[in-house]
Every structure is written in structure tokens, then in C-alpha cells.
């Protein structure tokens, strides 16, 4: 199963170690969406994306590798997401980026957030929130949450 995991991981490297949990259970490419092409996505089985969530969204250059992905899509994907702040249950941070996928064709397998490290300001004044995270368990929660798409 061919596997690509596009990560926006600007701040901390937070979201990044968990796409790096992610696709060593998937055994799949991480790249970043500068680096993403929009053809090997399309021909990928599975393919993920994911990203720290800034001001209640996912990285711009996320969705934008998204939308340029070519309609109708065909296979698998999942979002994830990772925040200093807890998702909101009327409002994830991962819908708007399920709904664009499927808008594309995509069959969103999942969503899977944890906590992390946000040094935004004022959380910046006290060293940030959750500077303990991702820890072990969100690690392994990661891998858990990938093991769940590998067999499915």
C-alpha cells in the first residue's frame, strides 16, 4: 500500500513527530506541502494530512495542497491535527479539511488530534501551554490510530 503523509509543522516540530509516528506503522513518504505533488498524491493509496492548528484552523498551505489535488479522487485518506487548545466538539479543527477531501472523492478513513506544545502569545508569557506534549502516550496513540488504518 502506497502511503504519503503531507505535515505542516512550522512552530515546535510537534505535528511533525507525530506524522513521523504515523508512517513508521504505515511505512509511508512524509513530506511537506511545498514539497507535496499534487500527481503522486492522486496516485497514492492512502494519504494523509495534518498540521498544527493556528487560530482554529489547519495550516494554509494544508488546504491548499487539498484543493489542488485533481477531482474526482480516488482512494483513502485522514486528517490530523495537533493544538494547544482542546477541539471543540461543534467545530474540529479537522472538518473543513474532511469536507474538502470529500468534496474531491476522498474516502476520510479518519481524523485523529492531540495536544501540543502553543507558545501563541499570551500562552507565551507562562513558556506555553502543554510543554509536555506530545508525549509517550500521544505517540503511541498516533501509532494506534495508524495501525487502525493500516488493517482497515
Not at 513521523?20 to 509511508?28: F, Q, R, S, W
Not at 500562552?123 to 506534549?133: D, E, K, S, T
Request: with cysteine; hydrophobic share 45%.
Amino acid at each position: 500500500m502506497k502511503t504519503v503523509i503531507v505535515c505542516a509543522s512550522v512552530s515546535h516540530g510537534n505535528t511533525r513527530r507525530v506524522a513521523e509516528a504515523m508512517a513508521a506503522v504505515l511505512d509511508a513518504k512524509v513530506v511537506t506541502p511545498e514539497q507535496a505533488d499534487p500527481a503522486e498524491l492522486a496516485g497514492a493509496d492512502l494519504v494523509g494530512f495534518g498540521s498544527g492548528v493556528f487560530y482554529g484552523r489547519l495550516h494554509a498551505g494544508l488546504t491548499g495542497v487539498i484543493r489542488a489535488l485533481p477531482s474526482p479522487g480516488r482512494g483513502r485518506a485522514f486528517v490530523f491535527a495537533t493544538s494547544g487548545l482542546p477541539e471543540l466538539p461543534l467545530a474540529p479543527f479537522t472538518r473543513p479539511a474532511v469536507r474538502l477531501l470529500e468534496a474531491k472523492g476522498y474516502a476520510v478513513e479518519g481524523t485523529f488530534t492531540c495536544r501540543a506544545l502553543d507558545t501563541w502569545l499570551p500562552f507565551r508569557l507562562v513558556g506555553g501551554l502543554n510543554r509536555q506534549h506530545p508525549n509517550t502516550d500521544d505517540l503511541a496513540a498516533a501509532r494506534a490510530f495508524a495501525e487502525r488504518l493500516r488493517t482497515s
